[in-house]
Nanobody
Framework: QVQLVESGGGLVQPGESLTLSCAASGSIGSVNRMGWYRQAPGKERELVAVVTSDGDTTYGDSVKGRFTISRDNAKKLVTLQMNSLHSEDTAVYYC??????????????WGQGTQVTVSS
């Protein structure tokens, strides 16, 4: 069974940086997509950034140019470097693994979430 363990959330001031990490265990498959989504109070969950097993990245519009996602396939680890944080970045951040089967089925797994608060 796949498990995702997140770390790195916390409280920072506007303009500061924070790094989130997500370590996967279990069979994540050779074709997959790992990344981060976030959900603020009263809002829907939204894409932050994802990276495929081939290294292709996709970012949400609100974080482009500020956040960088990377992964270490050997360690099954994905990291999100967040710079120039705004109060609007305050949310619970969830790690996601989308495992793609050989016939194209997608299986989603989620971490427990980590709180990021940006406040002065």
């Amino acid at each position: 069974q796949v498990q995702l363990v997140e770390s790195g959330g916390g409280l920072v001031q506007p303009g500061e940086s924070l790094t989130l990490s997500c370590a996967a265990s279990g069979s994540i498959g050779s074709v997959n997509r790992m990344g981060w989504y976030r959900q603020a109070p009263g809002k829907e969950r939204e894409l932050v950034a994802v990276v495929t097993s081939d290294g292709d990245t996709t970012y949400g519009d609100s974080v482009k140019g500020r956040f960088t996602i990377s992964r270490d396939n050997a360690k099954k680890l994905v990291t999100l470097q967040m710079n120039s944080l705004h109060s609007e970045d305050t949310a619970v951040y969830y790690c996601n693994l989308a495992r793609i089967s050989p016939i194209g089925d997608q299986f989603d797994y989620w971490g427990q979430g980590t709180q990021v608060t940006v406040s002065s």
